[in-house]
């Protein structure tokens, strides 16, 4: 079982920039791919980010490609979203989540994929 915890979140004015991080229990997240995910109110849940289980490779919407930046530090058992050049439509609740993937580096857009989640953080982006 791997508990995951977000923070960072907050209210900022649009253009700043925040960066989210993602704490793990698991000792060996390195054996997870992991993502960021974001829902406002009344949205379905929306991919935002991925890295795979060496950082080898990530993956964004489009959205935010150029602005965001996935990292992780498996010696910390941490991921990171740095969100820069922040909009008021990024305001939404954000989640990590991790996905076991055993051996691949392959990073999954969807949601229902990963198999563990945070409780989130709240980002908002005043204009």
């Known amino acids: 079982q791997v508990q995951l915890e977000e923070s960072g979140g907050g209210l900022v004015q649009a253009g700043g920039s925040l960066r989210l991080s993602c704490a793990a229990s698991?000792?060996?997240?390195?054996?997870?791919?992991m993502g960021w995910f974001r829902q406002a109110p009344g949205t379905e849940r929306e991919f935002v980010a991925g890295?795979?289980?060496?950082?080898?490779?990530?993956n964004y919407v489009d959205s935010v490609k150029g602005r965001f930046l996935i990292y992780r530090d498996n010696t910390k058992n941490a991921v990171y979203l740095q969100m820069n050049r922040l909009k008021p439509e990024d305001t939404a609740g954000y989640y990590c989540?991790?996905?076991?993937?055993?051996?691949?580096?392959?990073?999954?857009?969807?949601?229902?994929?990963?198999?563990?989640w945070g409780q989130g953080t709240q980002v908002t982006v005043a204009s």
């Open positions: 989540a991790a996905t076991d993937v055993g051996s691949r580096e392959i990073v999954s857009r969807r949601a229902s994929e990963y198999d563990y």
């Open positions: 698991e000792r060996t997240l390195g054996f997870y791919a």
């Open positions: 890295i795979t289980r060496s950082s080898g490779d990530t």
